[in-house]
T-cell receptor
Framework: NAGVTQTPKFRVLKTGQSMTLLCAQDMNHEYMYWYRQDPGMGLRLIHYSVGEGTTAKGEVPDGYNVSRLKKQNFLLGLESAAPSQTSVYFC???????????FGPGTRLLVL | DAKTTQPNSMESNEEEPVHLPCNHSTISGTDYIHWYRQLPSQGPEYVIHGLTSNVNNRMASLAIAEDRKSSTLILHRATLRDAAVYYCILFIIQGAQKLVFGQGTRLTINP
């Protein structure tokens, strides 16, 4: 039981490049989330999903897109990376509303 | 948006109890109160959560005020491994379900 895993662990991008961050969970959770954490700050919700095929915007969705084609995977895409998107990205999943969220180890992204 | 307010930092001694306060005066009746902690270079880790009644688990206790406008996370016997940033979080399940993070309290444990 691996819990929540994230790929890649670290990535450097140039401004304008695109990339996809992958989050996978093996706990059969319905809910999945993508957060970003900037230095010295708490986490901010980017997008979330309440089930396969459904996604919704969080607090800071601009510049990001997501997809949940399979229940166990939640993808975060950056179509045209900007230096302001330099951050640590965390994925989380939970069984249901108000339930415990299990976080992945994070992906460090540096946009030059 | 519902927000939480926590002290920026707190310090305690090993094997002593720690009380971490959180104010959430705009909480609504269906918002859950969650506590997570984050060690350096790691993802947040669940500690405890509750709705109205006080809660206990193997890691900590959560004391919720009667009016639910504040809560306190209690670590009964702090260890050096408890040094982390502790986040008090409201989980808003009405409307656009959101987890609203506070700024967190950096807890330092002295040996």
């Amino acid at each position: 039981n691996a819990g929540v895993t994230q790929t890649p662990k670290f990535r450097v991008l140039k401004t304008g490049q695109s990339m996809t961050l992958l989050c996978a969970q093996d706990m059969n959770h319905e809910y999945m989330y993508w957060y970003r954490q900037d230095p010295g700050m708490g986490l901010r919700l980017i997008h979330y999903s309440v089930g396969e095929g459904t996604t919704a915007k969080g607090e800071v969705p601009d510049g990001y897109n997501v997809s949940r084609l399979k229940k166990q995977n939640f993808l975060l895409g950056l179509e045209s990376a900007a230096p302001s998107q330099t951050s640590v990205y965390f994925c989380a999943s939970s069984y249901g509303r108000g339930g415990t969220q299990y976080f992945g180890p994070g992906t460090r992204l540096l946009v030059l | 948006d519902a927000k939480t307010t926590q002290p920026n930092s707190m310090e305690s001694n090993e094997e002593e109890p720690v009380h971490l306060p959180c104010n959430h005066s705009t909480i609504s009746g269906t918002d859950y109160i969650h506590w997570y902690r984050q060690l350096p270079s790691q993802g947040p880790e669940y500690v405890i959560h509750g709705l109205t009644s006080n809660v206990n688990n193997r890691m900590a206790s959560l004391a919720i005020a009667e009016d639910r406008k504040s809560s306190t996370l209690i670590l009964h016997r702090a260890t050096l491994r408890d040094a982390a940033v502790y986040y008090c979080i409201l989980f808003i399940i009405q409307g656009a379900q959101k987890l609203v993070f506070g700024q967190g309290t950096r807890l330092t444990i002295n040996p």
